[in-house]
């Protein structure tokens, strides 16, 4: 899970705070990419590493689709109508 002690957010944030705009969906996937070698480089390249790498991507984009995603989707049902069956 995303939920990190705040001290070791302040070390994180200082950094990822310095980008002011991601102005597309490829330069995100840029910088997540980067941030996965980044990880990985200092790592055994190991099955289970590798792994951990991909799922740690997944779950951060699950939890982010659960927090943000699942709410808007929510209000534009509530706006909108349910599908009826």
């Not at 990419?33 to 790498?53: A, G, P, S």
């Amino acid at each position: 899970m995303p939920y990190i002690k705040q001290e070791e957010r302040e070390y994180y944030d200082e950094h990822l705070n310095k980008i002011k705009t991601i102005y597309t969906k490829g330069d995100l996937e840029y910088c997540v990419v980067k941030l996965m070698k980044k990880f990985m480089k200092t790592r055994e390249n190991r099955y289970i590493t590798l792994h951990d790498c991909v799922h740690a991507v997944h779950h951060a984009a699950y939890e982010f689709g659960r927090h943000t995603l699942d709410k808007r989707e929510d209000q534009a049902r509530l706006e909108n109508g349910d599908v009826e069956a």
